[in-house]
């Protein structure tokens, strides 16, 4: 039999409120959506949800106050208790465990995707900066005369910048943060006409 637990953390907070309430998720890959609450009558919009976390807020007192999950939008929605909201959880999404399982399966897969994904793109971008980096460690070789330390003196500054991202990538932990900044730094580097 699959867990509470599991049904909080598999069945998206989003689809629930779809498929309970009348509520439309205008962004849903946002982190927090702000909407009138479908619980009580709302003027303004005091009902937020979190997809990240899965979670819910009415900030006028709908569930006491507290942040909810997908079992209690269905007791809510329902005026049902605990166990019933369950149960109705479980027949509404066939959550039976041999579905479990196979979402488990789907999950594990995505996953897999996407690690190999952000390892294709930590490649990409350390091979792009080893590069940068040898291309200036060329260019500072040149530098013979104040002149040239005028023209290219930035370089050095650049160099550092380099190693510090190549480090951060070769870090175990890399996280999606990381590739976007390594990113927007490549971006503003490769403008500069001191690389060509």
């Not at 629930?16 to 702000?34: C, D, Q």
């Not at 929605?77 to 039976?96: G, M, R, T, Y």
């Not at 979402?103 to 994904?117: D, R, Y």
Request: proline share 2%; net charge positive; hydrophobic share 40%.
């Amino acid at each position: 039999m699959i867990t509470v637990t599991q049904i909080k953390e598999e069945i998206s907070i989003i689809e629930v409120l779809e498929r309970y309430t009348n509520f439309k998720a205008k962004n849903p890959n946002r982190r927090s959506i702000s909407a009138k609450c479908p619980f009580h009558s709302d003027q303004k919009a005091s009902f937020a949800v979190y997809p990240k976390t899965n979670t819910f807020k009415c900030f006028s007192g709908c569930n006491n106050g507290k942040a909810g999950d997908v079992i209690n939008v269905v007791m809510l929605a329902n005026n049902i208790e605990f166990k019933e909201a369950v149960q109705l959880v479980i027949e509404d999404f066939n959550l039976k465990e041999e579905q479990y399982l196979h979402l488990q399966k789907q999950k594990k897969f995505k996953n897999k995707i996407f690690l190999k994904a952000i390892k294709s793109r930590i490649i990409e971008q350390l091979n792009y900066l080893n590069a940068m980096l040898n291309l200036i460690e060329q260019k500072i070789i040149t530098i013979k005369n104040l002149e040239d330390l005028d023209n290219f003196g930035d370089l050095y500054h650049f160099k550092e910048q380099i190693k510090y991202w190549i480090y951060c990538l070769q870090e175990d932990d890399v996280c999606p943060y990381t590739l976007v900044e390594v990113k927007r730094f490549i971006e503003r580097v490769s403008v500069n006409e001191r690389f060509s």
